[in-house]
């Protein structure tokens, strides 16, 4: 069974940065596309970015040019750099496979925007 551990969020000004980092105990993890995903208070959870195997990225509109995935396959780790943040990118951010069959999702990383 595959564990995911999500970390580096926290509180946050208004056009702050913040690193989110990701750990999947997955065998051949470089083989999968990977994504962040992030659900916000009494919204569904919606997919922010994906990277694929080949380090190919898309992003959700609302994050383009100011979120960057990336990937360190032999510490099988995903980043999401968040730059440029606005109070509606307050949510618990997870990070998993980009499709399903999806792996049991970790417990999140809050990030709060607020001034």
């Known amino acids: 069974q595959v564990q995911v551990v999500e970390s580096g969020g926290g509180l946050v000004q208004p056009g702050g940065s913040l690193r989110l980092s990701c750990t999947a105990s997955a065998t051949f993890f470089n083989l999968w596309a990977m994504a962040w995903y992030r659900q916000a208070p009494g919204k569904q959870r919606e997919l922010v970015a994906s990277i694929t195997r080949g380090d190919s990225t898309n992003y959700l509109d609302s994050v383009k040019g100011r979120f960057t995935i990336s990937r360190d396959n032999a510490k099988k780790t995903v980043y999401l750099q968040m730059n440029s943040l606005k109070p509606e990118d307050t949510a618990v951010y997870y990070c998993?496979?980009?499709?399903?069959?999806?792996?049991?999702w970790g417990q999140g990383t809050q990030v709060t925007v607020s001034s």
């Open positions: 998993n496979r980009a499709q399903s069959p999806m792996w049991d």
